[in-house]
């Protein structure tokens, strides 16, 4: 089974700044990986497909890149509403997460 | 515009079996390529998938958990039923279905519902 390891689990950011959030497989998974945001008290949404994909209504600020067995997680100036966890999933298997709070 | 509520108990109680409810809309599990999932989050944990169904009634399930769960799907009422026996208070978590996307092996979830929280207590 393959594992997904997210690191940090938690990432100290300014408003503004930008946050690189990293997923690794343990074995490569190509491109096929997501990432979902989630606030507190709500259900993940999706963000990234395919590794580097928007979802529908994903601001730019958010960018995917990777391949194989290494991914990041890239969120450009960060925003008010962008402080959350953030899961990585390739298949069935999901990351432990990594919390983006404000510094 | 796709929709997914859960929806079931709140409370059960050791040993007893768990039954949710995964009612959507805004899609048909009778359509070629549609397939919806059950994932769960105990408290301040990370995300675990349980179990799949499938357009053509395939069936997939946790390695860990295979032994306990059973999904069913009734296409005219557009629900899926998760059922997970002999609950334990380690199954105390927020329970979600969620419709995959993809095909294949390259999948993701999207949307997923809001959610039921159910705790396993005496």
């Known amino acids: 089974e393959i594992v997904m390891t997210q690191s940090p689990a938690t990432l100290s950011v300014s408003p503004g700044e930008r946050a690189t959030l990293s997923c690794r497989a343990s074995q490569s998974v190509y491109s096929n990986l997501s990432w979902y945001q989630q606030k507190p008290g709500q259900a993940p949404s999706l963000l990234i497909y395919g590794a580097t994909t928007r979802a529908t209504g994903i601001p730019d600020r958010f960018s995917g890149s990777g391949s194989g067995t290494k991914f990041t997680l890239t969120i450009n100036s960060l925003q008010s509403e962008d402080f959350a966890v953030y899961y990585c999933q390739h298949q069935g298997t999901f990351g432990q997460g990594t919390k983006v709070e404000i510094k | 515009q796709v929709t997914l509520k859960e929806s079931g108990p709140a409370l059960v109680k050791p040993t007893q079996t768990l039954t949710l409810t995964c009612t959507f809309s805004?899609?048909?599990?009778?359509?070629?390529?549609?397939?919806v999932s059950w994932i769960r989050q105990p408290p301040g944990k990370a995300l675990e998938w349980l179990a799949r169904i499938d357009w053509d009634d395939d069936k997939f399930f946790s390695t860990s958990l295979k032994t306990r769960l059973t999904i069913s799907k009734d296409t005219s009422k557009n629900q899926v039923v998760l059922t997970m026996t002999n609950m334990d208070p380690a199954d105390t978590a927020t329970y979600y279905c969620?419709?995959?996307?993809?095909?294949?092996?390259?999948?993701?979830?999207?949307?997923w519902g809001q959610g039921i929280p159910v705790t396993v207590s005496s």
């Open positions: 805004g899609f048909s599990l009778n359509t070629n390529g549609v397939r």
């Open positions: 969620a419709r995959m996307r993809g095909a294949g092996y390259r999948y993701w979830f999207d949307p």
